[in-house]
């Protein structure tokens, strides 16, 4: 018989964090096991199809980025593989970055700046 009863903890916020990642980790299992069901085991991006032991490589991606937003309908779920939901994270941290519009839109900082505005005022200046 083991008793770790009397193993003394920090404050047990180390118990809390491993429990709420015990929860999500849960949760996680649970909707991808529902997608699983839902949709063909094929990733939406690249097409490949995931069997066996291959399919722990097909993971879940929340169109809205929103994992607490699961509809039963799987409206909100894509299967994408690892590789394809790297890329699709990352192009939505560029597309934070580059703003709304998206890095498609050809708009530097220069373009906004205009370098003959303060060419014109020394003009008027000289009149
Ligand atoms: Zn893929
Ligand atoms: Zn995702």
């Not at 779920?77 to 709304?100: K, M, V």
């Amino acid at each position: 018989m083991t008793t770790d009863n009397n193993q003394t903890k920090t404050d047990g916020s180390e118990k809390i964090i491993a429990e709420v990642k015990h929860q999500r980790e849960l949760r996680e299992k649970t909707y991808r096991e529902r997608a699983l069901k839902l949709f063909p085991h094929v990733c939406a991006k690249c097409s490949r199809e995931f069997t066996g032991k291959k399919l722990r490589e097909l993971t879940v991606h929340h169109r809205d980025h929103d994992h607490d937003n699961n509809p039963p309908d799987g409206s909100n779920w894509e299967l994408l593989c690892i590789y394809c939901h790297d890329n699709e994270h990352s192009r939505n941290l560029d597309a934070q970055w580059y703003g709304p519009e998206g890095p498609g839109v050809d708009q530097g900082p220069s373009l906004t700046h205009n370098p003959f505005a303060s060419l014109g005022a020394l003009l008027k200046n000289k009149k």
